[in-house]
Structure formats: structure tokens, C-alpha cells
């Protein structure tokens, strides 16, 4: 059976837009999303359900990130990653960053922020980690494009997605030394999660595999089909599942990486872009529903 269909939360101008990366902030109980057509932030009030507010200024923002209060959004168009708080929505900073930014990761207990740039013509693509605090920052080139990125339990180690060659690359915290190439047997590396407990990575890929990496070796340890060429990727620590959004046909595979127990929840062409909400909701960006469906996850 699909995930159960809880709702639809309404976004405004959201009807048939392009969003991408979004992501649930515990501390404030809100959703942010990067609503990339409309150069913005949507956010959402979890506990009601309700879109509260649209946050203008942030140039093809192609994702954002969550972690205790703190915001980090990565803007294509202006070549900046942004920090803000989660509840006030104010600007703490903008840093400068390489073309065309795009995965990142945010740890607030550490000061640091992460930027995966995709690069452009003059410049080819790069890793950088910001010291939030001190606005420092350290700078790594990257073997190919890359998609999205995590850090482990501790945030002693980023792992990050490279579509070509397909790979996870892995650099130590917050030098980006250390630096080790895991080649994944599916092309495209795309979504990517994490199972912090288990030491699993989730690896979405473009050929329509999900492959789990053990996170302290790189070993490949199982490798599910999925239906089609992925986006964002969710591991709910709550149920043990993973969820893939797959833009085209418009599905969310759930996988059971325990059982390899799967299910398939039809959502809408175009929805490649989620947010989880532990315990139980996946929030599923759809711009043919003009906002966000939401599915419990339980």
C-alpha cells in the first residue's frame, strides 16, 4: 500500500513552480522551503499545518537547511550562501561562495556551514566550509558535479554526492583534509542520507538504484532498484525507511533498508523535492498540487 495521504498545505504562486531542497527545523516546529522559481523561502508551521511566510532575496535558491534555529540556504543566482534564524527570519550573514552553489549542510553546535558549488565556465566545482561565526572559509576542489551532501553524528566528516564520476566523497571536518573517493556501482549519485545509528549512507542515482555505503569504510552493503532518476532523499530514523522523490513519473519510493520491504506512493510529475518530519510525515513538494502533500511515514 502507499504512504497515506494526510493533506495538502497550499503555497503561494506555487502552481505549477519549481522548487527545490526543503527542510524541517525542530527547534521553531517550521518547514522551510526553497521555492527556486520565485527567488524566496516558503515557510511552513508544522503543528497547524499553515504556510505563515514567504522570505524574499534569495536568488535561484536551490536548497536549504535546518539545524537547531539555524538556517542556511544556498542561492545559485547570486553565487552566496545566506544564514538566518529560524525564528525571527533575520539575515546573519551572506557569504560570498563558488558558481552555482547547490548541497549543504548546516551544524550550529559546531559554527559551520557546507556548500557543494556545481561551478560554471571559469571556475569548476567546489567544496567549501564556512566558519560561520568568524565568516572563514576553506575551499577544496571537487572531482565532478556535485549533488547533495551530510555530515556524520559528530560532524567530524562531510559525505557528498558526486554525479560524474559517480561517487561519495568524503573529506574530515572543518579543514576538508582527509580527503577519500568511494566509487558507487550505480551512475549519477544524487539524493544522499544518512542512518546515524547503523553508519549507513543512502545513495540515490540517476540509473534508478538507491545504494547504502557503510559511512566508516565505503563499502557497498545492498543496492535497491527504484523508479526512475532520483532527487532528494530521506531517511526517517523513526521507521527505518527511506524515501526517494522521483520527479518523473512523480513517485516516493520508500525502501525498508532492514526488510527490503518497499513501497510506492504516486505524488505528481515534478515533485523531486521533500522534507522530513520525524517521527512520521514526509512533506512532498508538488507543483501540480500547487504546495506540499503530506504522507505519514508511520
Known amino acids: 500500500m502507499p504512504l497515506k495521504t494526510l493533506g495538502v498545505i497550499a503555497i503561494p ?23 527556486t522559481a520565485r527567488d524566496c523561502i516558503e515557510v511552513i508551521d508544522h503543528d497547524t499545518h499553515t504556510h505563515i511566510a514567504t522570505l524574499a532575496g534569495f536568488p535561484g535558491v536551490a536548497g536549504a537547511v535546518a539545524d537547531d534555529g539555524e538556517i542556511l540556504t544556498t542561492n545559485r543566482g ?26 549543504a549542510a548546516i551544524v550550529g553546535r559546531r559554527g559551520i556551514g557546507i556548500a557543494a558549488c556545481i561551478g560554471d565556465a571559469q571556475q569548476g566545482p567546489t567544496l567549501q566550509c564556512i566558519d560561520l561565526k568568524e565568516a572563514r572559509q576553506r575551499t577544496i576542489d ?8 551530510v555530515t556524520d553524528a559528530a560532524a567530524e566528516r ?34 544522499l542520507d544518512i ?17 547504502e555505503v557503510d559511512s566508516t569504510s ?4 545492498n543496492v535497491w532498484p527504484i523508479a526512475g532518476p532520483p532527487d532528494v532523499t530521506f531517511f526517517n530514523p523513526a521507521t527505518g525507511r527511506v524515501h526517494v522523490a522521483i520527479g518523473e513519473p512523480g513517485v516516493i519510493e520508500t525502501i525498508d533498508p532492514k526488510t527490503g520491504a518497499r513501497l510506492r506512493t504516486p505524488t505528481g510529475a515534478g515533485a523531486h523535492t521533500t522534507a522530513i518530519v520525524v517521527p512520521d510525515q514526509l512533506y512532498v513538494i508538488s507543483p501540480r498540487h500547487g504546495g506540499i502533500l503530506v504522507l505519514a511515514d508511520g
Open 13 to 35: 504562486d506555487g502552481l505549477n513552480s519549481d522548487f527545490d531542497h526543503a527542510a524541517f527545523d525542530p527547534k521553531t516546529r517550521r518547514v522551510f522551503i526553497a521555492h
Open 78 to 103: 547570486a553565487a552566496t550562501i545566506s544564514w538566518l534564524d529560524a525564528a525571527t527570519y533575520d539575515i546573519k550573514a551572506v557569504f560570498p561562495s563558488g558558481p552555482r552553489p547547490n548541497g
Open 142 to 149: 571537487l572531482p565532478g558535479r556535485p549533488r547533495w551532501c
Open 158 to 191: 562531510v559525505f557528498l554526492c558526486i554525479r560524474e564520476p559517480s561517487m561519495i566523497l568524503s573529506a574530515r571536518l572543518p579543514d576538508l583534509a582527509d580527503v577519500v573517493h568511494w566509487p558507487l556501482p550505480s551512475g549519477g549519485a544524487h539524493g
Open 195 to 211: 542512518d546515524h545509528v547503523s553508519q549507513r549512507l543512502y545513495a540515490a542515482c540517476d540509473d534508478g538504484e538507491l545504494v
Open 218 to 221: 565505503g563499502e557497498v552493503t
